[in-house]
Structure formats: C-alpha cells, structure tokens
C-alpha cells in the first residue's frame, strides 16, 4: 500500500559510501545496492574497493581515495557527478582506531592520524557534496559511535573525533533543514568487524579495557546488522539511529551517567593499574 511505503527509498538513487571496501562500509553498499541504490564504492584500499563494485554489478562504481586528502574527496564527489549525473546520499563512514595508549604516552602523529581520518575526513566527504545534496534533497549519514559519549581512557582520540562527528552532524540537520534536505547520525556500541577484532579480541589491553564495561554495553552487533541500522535510518530520514539497544538509555542519560561513571572510574583501582600499565608499554614500544 502507498501510505506503507518508506520516506525516502533509496531505489534509483545515487549513494557514495566511504570506507566502503569492507566492514559496516561494505555491508551498507551490499545493502543499499540490493535496494535499488546505485554506489560509489570509496576507500583507500584499491583492491578492496573493486573487488566490492565488481561483485555488486551493475550500479556500483570503485574510487580510490583517503578522506583524510581533502582535494581527493573533492575529485570524488565530481567524479561521481560526473558519472551518474547526480549525488542523493552520502555516508561518511571511513574510521580508525588507535592503539592503546594514554593522552600523556600516545605518539603525537598517532593522534593526529585519527582526528585526521575519523573527523576531518567526515567533512571532506560532506562539504563538496553539499550542494549536490541540496540540490537533489537528499539525505546525509556521518558515521559517529557510542564512544561519543562513554569513557575515553586509553583511547583518546577515537572518542574525541566520534564526539565531533556527532557535533558535526547535529549542525548539519539543522542547516540543511532550510534546504529541505536531510541529515543523522549512525552511533554503534561494539560492532564485531576486523578491525574490532584487532583492537580488542586480538589485543590483551583491548581485552582488558573490554572487561570494564557493564554487560549491555559490553553486546556485540554484526556488521550486517550496523548496515541495515543506517540504511532503514536513510529511508526514514532519521535524525540518528543507536545499536544496539542497550545504548539507548545511555544515549539519554549521559548527562547522569557520565557525571557518575567518571567519578567511579578515577577511583577505580583496576583503572589505574591497567593505565600505567598501557602508559609503560607504550614507552617501551615508543623506544
């Protein structure tokens, strides 16, 4: 029936993905493609990227390039202007995680390598497609996470930029608003991809740090279930979407939480012993 139909399908509309070659990325493109959407299959990795576009067929596309160049993403955005004659969606979703490290021992290249990545290339994705956006009254994902607003002992950066890229897409609904156009936000507790697997199961300080949150938090989604998330979230123009569900309530409470949460955490002695101890092996690696 007509009234049952989503807002805004995605069929026959043209969708650039970053961090597309795999992970959330790819199962996004997957998803979207198998809706209708043609692609514009984006990441770093060459390979990853044609390897994807080639198994979707028809309607997808690869481009390599690094969100963090922003004169790359600009070429990007006209490339695939270019290409499929318009621009309606785009999910700025490439991310890094750092390695375990305290604000005090982290390399500070380490540092920037994230905001570079994680947040400013959110905006490198955004700003050259603006106006294509507009023009088409489309819609906007970034790509934040539940660690925008949870505890970012020992891993500094990556809550740091989630927690901009949160900021950066609340402004952004509200600007394009007067355009007509869409945007939102995509926040995900543990999302078990490689490079989850990488930073926490493959990583003893990973695993420690894992073992401090509560049990709802510590609930693992796949990475098909993290597409679906931002892709129900597109056809519903939805101004952000939570996965799992555990962090919901946490979403709306932080205010509460965090006051508390971060009280406990600075008298917690597991805490402490498990950050110098991240803080001596970050000065050996450093050596």
């Not at 399908?9 to 993905?17: A, K, N, T, Y």
């Not at 318009?86 to 375990?100: F, K, R, S, T």
């Not at 931002?230 to 555990?246: Q, S």
Request: glycine share 8%; with cysteine; proline share 5%.
């Amino acid at each position: 029936m007509e009234w049952m139909k989503p807002p805004y399908p995605v069929r026959d509309r043209v969708v650039l993905i970053t961090g597309a070659g795999q992970g959330i990325g790819a199962e996004t493109a997957r998803l979207l493609h198998a809706r209708g959407a043609e692609i514009a299959v984006v990441d770093i990795d060459t390979v990853a990227a044609e390897s994807l576009a080639k198994t979707l067929g028809d309607r997808a596309f690869p481009i390599a390039a690094d969100v963090a160049d922003r004169g790359q993403m600009a070429s990007v955005v006209e490339e695939v202007v270019n290409r499929f004659g318009q621009l309606d969606v785009v999910v700025a979703n490439a991310g890094v995680v750092p390695a375990p490290a305290t604000l005090r021992s982290m390399d500070a290249s380490a540092f920037d390598r994230v905001l570079d990545i994680n947040l400013i290339g959110v905006f490198n994705t955004v700003h050259p497609a603006l106006d294509h956006v507009i023009r088409a009254r489309g819609h906007i994902v970034v790509v934040s996470s539940c660690a925008a607003f949870a505890p970012g002992m020992g891993g500094a950066p990556y809550m740091i930029s989630k927690a901009g890229v949160e900021q950066l897409g609340r402004a952004l609904r509200v600007e394009l608003s007067a355009h007509r156009a869409t945007a939102g936000i995509a926040y995900f507790g543990i999302v078990d991809t490689a490079m989850t697997r990488n930073t926490l199961d493959d990583n003893e300080i990973g695993r420690r740090l894992e073992e401090l949150l509560p049990w709802p938090l510590k609930t693992r989604i796949t990475a098909e279930q993290a597409a679906r998330t931002i892709a129900d979230g597109i056809e519903h123009r939805a101004a952000r979407t939570i996965a799992p569900a555990g962090w919901q309530p946490y979403a709306l409470f932080r205010g509460l939480i965090n006051t508390v949460l971060d009280g406990a955490l600075t008298r917690d002695p597991r805490v402490h012993a498990l950050l110098r101890e991240v803080e001596a092996r970050t000065v050996v690696r450093s050596r």
